[in-house]
């Protein structure tokens, strides 16, 4: 039996028994009504079900915004050209990675900021006194080049440039820089490798690439620099199907202005670096309507790319135009114009066989 006190609370009788049989003389409040702990335990389930749903959409969210950066990869890069504003990337979001790896297959990773450059004089501001300086202190501190790599067995590579650079359409991911880099380890080197590709990027986008404090940072460390840069700024001025010759023309001595501005900037703060300029091939030799054209402005620009280069001493363009001459179709990625696997190990093979000229 129960009774209500005061406050109006029913209570059990101070008579009454505790377990034992014997009177707990003491006022105890009857428990809580069952439903009110369902209520409860209903409404924790609500607000752990909610916070799922939360976390859910986040990651859906993310996923969606991952998969919009890799397809729209190529355009950002494109618009990052054209506005002389690009970020440092390396695989598979071109972030600018520095990978450091050696023979014992040791690696590393390490990051860079981003930060605003200072911009050198342009060619036609240097006086041809001062260019002729240049490549004779050039000569005579990369005549050290071989000896330095044979004591310290470290290769620092820094590689610029476009989509090739990144690799993009090498299903294993290595691109010819990869593919580089595991043959210095290989041969014993260890290799301390950034590498900046940016997929879309054009002459004009690198040359500010350059001058970034940043990039300038890797480039005066560096004894060894691959460049794969031209491909974009013929492939927007062709206007295919169509091929619009006088746009061309003009693209062309566009890109060879830069092209000289670049060798230029990267001299101005590494006199003793070898440079490597991967040439231009034609993916486009399989298609009978397009070849004999193609071919022909694709030749010229890399007889111009050999014409600039030859003004600096240790650079060389790295030939390609013949690896992609015959049978292109199975050296190319699905889009036809990036290699595929097999397309990037023939270029670092190619790469690798000018390197040795300097080990």
Partial sequence: ??????????????????ESGQSSGEHR?????????????SRRIIASAS??????????????GFASYAAFGGAVGTALSQSGHSSQNGVASQ???????????????????TGQGQTNLPPSQTSPGNTAATKGNTGRAQSSLASTLARSKTVHLVALGDSLTHGLGDA????????????????????????????????????????????INLLKTANFILISIGGNDLN???GLPSINTAKIAKARAQFDANLEAILHQIRGVNQSAAILLIGLYNPYGDIASAKAQTDAIVET???????????????????????????PGKYLYIDHFHPNQLGYERIAARVWQDVQSVL
């Fill in 301 to 327: 620009w890399n007889a111009d790319e050999q014409n600039v280069v030859s003004q600096f001493s240790g650079a060389l363009v790295v030939q390609t135009y013949d690896l992609f001459q015959f049978n």
């Fill in 172 to 215: 294993s991911g290595e691109g010819y820089v990869g593919d580089v880099t595991n043959q210095f380890r290989t041969a014993g080197y260890t290799v301390i490798q950034s590498n900046l590709g940016i997929d879309g990027l054009t002459s004009t986008g690198l040359r500010k690439e350059v001058s970034q404090t940043a990039t």
């Fill in 51 to 64: 916070v799922l749903s939360i976390v859910a959409a986040v990651v859906f969210i993310g996923g969606f």
């Fill in 1 to 18: 039996m129960t009774e209500e006190d005061g406050a109006g609370k029913k209570t059990v009788p101070a008579d009454s028994r505790n």
């Fill in 95 to 113: 972030s600018g990675v520095a990978t450091q790896s050696g023979p014992a297959s040791q690696t590393g990773t390490s990051t860079q900021g």
């Fill in 236 to 238: 927007q001025a062709a």
């Fill in 29 to 41: 409040p009857l428990p809580k009504h069952k439903s009110s702990v369902r209520g409860r335990a």
